[in-house]
């Protein structure tokens, strides 16, 4: 059973922080959704945790232990973060074949996940000729050649087409399901609202929430009045969180919905309506991050030969 754990994690380029105190834990046996805008820090703190690239302050463990000081890591850590990360010269099936070569690991796994990914028809193409979503279902290939119990993945949907996708999020829950300990990062957030148990969500490098994705979705309390300018402020200055809906509602994090309901009573403020609220992952993303612009990458955005099933 291995935890991710990333505590204080301070990292700089130049004079850009780009993570910055950054703290929390991934599970074994949960599938863990990173979540972030374009520019937030994401691949820069996975690269930290894979010892690809140096903290400036904090640290991050698998397992308790950096990546670099684990006992044979390609059986511990499966990885996928770049698409483009193989020779393209070299076949689908040369490629795995050298990373089962280099790892120790008999050439009968490399067929098997080549199978389990659905590219045993194409092993012997020259990965320069593979689609995007091709080349990602190589990396995933190659994640899982060791059997390992910890998988760390930057947005491996890309380039899927929906059958595709709902094949990964299907292999995906199955290995959490049976103890692994599934950390990925994505811009699909309808994805990630089927896909993830938990959800770790980070904005300017800083954490902006962690929790179980049930418990978040459910963190909110719709509120419908006329008075919506002095409302809030009377619940901002109780502690609470009041973000503006589309429809004009007020949505309410952080406070109970009874509170809610006294302190507009006592300030003679009618409320047309009070209720709990579920919220999808987007609207919740766009009030955890502000509205900070995220690019969702689908298959609309991509050209026939680039979107391919798993």
């Known amino acids: 059973m291995y935890a991710l754990e990333i505590e204080h994690l301070t990292k700089r380029y130049g004079h850009d922080v780009v993570v910055e105190d950054l703290s929390f834990t991934v599970h074994p046996g949960r599938v863990t959704g990173f979540l972030g805008p374009n520019g937030a820090g994401k691949s820069t703190t996975m690269k930290v945790l894979l010892d690809l690239a140096s903290a400036d302050r904090g640290r991050a463990a698998i397992g308790g232990k950096r990546y670099r000081d684990l006992r044979d890591p390609a059986r511990k850590v499966g990885v996928a973060l770049e698409p483009n990360a193989f020779h393209p010269g070299r076949t689908g099936r040369n ?12 050439t009968a796994r490399v067929e098997e996940m080549l199978q389990l990914v659905g590219l045993t028809d194409a092993a012997d193409r020259r990965v320069g ?18 059997d390992p119990p910890v998988l760390v993945l930057d947005e491996p949907g890309n380039g899927l087409d929906p059958k595709g996708i709902r094949e990964l999020r299907d292999l995906l829950r199955v290995r959490a399901a049976n103890g692994s300990t599934v ?10 609202e089927h896909l993830a148990d938990e959800v770790v969500v980070i904005n300017r490098g800083r954490l902006v929430v962690a929790g179980a994705l049930s418990d978040l979705q459910k963190a909110g309390t ?29 949505l309410v994090r952080g ?37 900070d612009e995220i690019h969702e990458t689908t298959a609309r955005g991509q050209t026939e030969k680039e979107v391919e099933p798993l």
């Open 95 to 106: 490629q795995v074949r050298i990373l089962a070569d280099g790892a120790g690991i008999d």
């Open 129 to 146: 000729a593979y689609s995007l979503g091709m080349r990602q279902r190589l990396g995933l290939a190659a994640a899982l050649l060791g």
């Open 183 to 192: 950390f990925v990062s994505s811009h699909l957030l309808a994805e990630v």
């Open 222 to 250: 719709s509120v419908r009045t006329l008075s919506t300018e002095p409302l809030t402020e009377i619940l901002e200055a109780a502690g609470g969180t009041v973000q503006v809906r589309a429809d004009g509602d007020l």
């Open 255 to 291: 406070l109970p919905i009874a509170e809610i309901g006294d302190r507009a009573c006592a300030a003679g403020i009618a409320l047309h309506e009070l209720a709990p609220l579920s919220g999808s992952l987007e609207e919740l993303f766009m009030g955890w991050t502000g509205g």
